[in-house]
């Protein structure tokens, strides 16, 4: 599988000036069994107990959308990059997140690192998510439903939420010298409001999976997807095709 190829194949489009849909709270969707998590645990999560999710982000304003769409395309021929400095950069600044990725957890050295294929391929996974993100600004509903799951996937990866917002600050620090004197005040309010959008979103599906709240209901037989309907189910399905198309398409390459 070629990541880098990903970002070569397409341009996106940007879905701004479409009006925003109405909201809905993406908390449910059809629950998974568990994956192993890794083996071993980062300390956050070992010994406590669960912590409550927090309330919903609130959605991007107009404004914001256009501007964070805008700057995405004046960033593309830069991601594949910007997504490897940004985790090589986390890993000198926090070196405790290494700890979640098994494959280079004992690398020291930055060179070694920067060629790490793990490390590759997840700063490219986080520049995909970013790039379906900003594609799909004005679908609130599937949008929140994708991080959210995300967000549960990292409970399983053993990955915190407490390190999220490094990862959005190490982006921003890394694209402001690609966009140069257009990185603007308002650009960055902007891309600051995405992240604690994308990392509110993962803490509220990384806290739910943490807290056993969906497995526990279904085995109940109470399931939080009863409780929201068919719009959240419709967007669970939505996400799950993305990421499914997304595969499909690193395995075609
Ligand atoms: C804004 C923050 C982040 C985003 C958007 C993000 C995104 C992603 C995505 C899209 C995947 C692939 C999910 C899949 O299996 O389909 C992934 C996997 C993973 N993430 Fe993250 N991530 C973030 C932060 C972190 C942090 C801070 C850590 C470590 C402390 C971490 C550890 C992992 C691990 C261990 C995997 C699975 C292995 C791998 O893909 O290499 N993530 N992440």
């Not at 709270?25 to 300390?43: L, M, S």
């Not at 405790?96 to 920067?114: G, P, Y």
């Amino acid at each position: 599988m070629n990541f880098f190829r990903l970002f070569e194949r397409k341009k996106m489009s940007c879905p701004v000036a479409t009006p925003a849909k109405g909201k809905a709270t993406a908390k449910g969707g059809a629950p998974k069994a568990p994956e192993p998590r890794n083996k071993e645990p980062v300390k956050e999560t070992a010994l406590s107990l669960p912590t409550p999710p927090p309330p919903p982000p609130r959605r991007l304003s107009e404004d914001e959308r256009r501007i964070v769409c805008e700057s995405w395309r004046a960033l593309q021929d830069d991601i594949t990059r910007v997504g490897v400095i940004l985790f090589v950069r986390l890993f000198e600044t926090h070196p405790e997140c290494k700890d979640s990725f098994f494959q280079f957890r004992d690398i020291e050295d930055v060179q070694r690192l920067r060629l790490s294929k793990q490390l590759r391929s997840h700063g490219l996974r986080v520049m995909s998510l970013i790039e379906k993100t900003v594609a799909r600004l004005d679908q609130d509903a599937v949008l929140e439903q994708l991080i959210f799951e995300l967000g549960r996937k990292h409970y399983k990866y053993n990955a915190p939420p407490k390190y999220y917002e490094f990862v959005g600050a190490e982006f921003i620090s890394a694209v402001k010298p690609v966009l140069g004197d257009r990185w603007t005040q308002d650009v960055d309010d902007a891309w600051q409001a995405l992240f604690k959008y994308i990392t509110t979103n993962m803490e509220r599906g990384f806290r739910e999976e943490e807290s056993g709240f969906v497995l526990g209901k279904v085995a109940g037989g109470d399931s939080v997807g009863n409780k929201h309907g068919s719009a959240v189910d419709e967007a669970a399905h939505a996400a799950a095709k993305i990421n499914a198309d997304a595969d499909a398409q690193d395995t075609a390459n």
